[in-house]
């Protein structure tokens, strides 16, 4: 049997969810936000790929040999948690200070712009990048 380890970094985005973790097509483990699991799996060629809810990973092609130990780390999106504080703050500015943005024409247009901008990552997270939520790596300086 060959050993495959799993890291996932602690983060403030997803942090109450678990990933699931999938190896040829099926559930094998979920991991929790800052969790690192060992997992035993048999030597050959696999595919893994990690999900949450409606986003996931791309698939990352494993070769692991008797014995051999692969170590992989998972983390959520980057810009995520960014995007929806931004997103968040601007809407709430807007309601707060709707009739102080409305007298200056500079903050009206900049707060719509942010706005579009942050709307635009989340549709783009939410549609085409749906496989590129999560991040997927094998860390070959450790790799044993």
Do not use: C
């Not at 809810?53 to 990352?60: A, E, K, P, Q, V």
């Not at 707060?96 to 901008?117: D, G, P, Q, T, W």
């Not at 709307?119 to 997927?136: A, D, F, H, P």
Request: hydrophobic share 40%; net charge positive.
């Amino acid at each position: 049997m060959a050993k495959l380890i799993i890291t996932r970094k602690k983060e403030f985005s997803n942090r109450a969810a678990g990933y699931k973790v999938y190896l040829n097509k099926q559930e094998i483990e979920t991991i929790a936000s800052g969790e690192t699991k060992e997992i035993d799996i048999p030597e050959g060629t696999h595919n893994l790929y990690v999900k949450i809810n409606w986003y996931g990973s791309r698939n990352l092609p494993i070769i692991l040999g008797n014995g051999e130990t692969k170590i992989v780390s998972i983390s959520g999106n980057k810009y995520s948690s960014i995007n929806m504080i931004i997103l968040s703050l601007m809407i709430l500015s807007t309601i707060l200070f709707r009739e102080f943005i409305k007298n200056h024409i500079f903050l009206k247009y900049s707060a719509i712009i942010i706005i579009v901008i942050a709307l635009v990552v989340m549709t783009y997270y939410l549609t085409i990048g749906r496989n590129k939520y999560i991040e997927i790596k094998e860390n070959p300086e450790q790799t044993e």
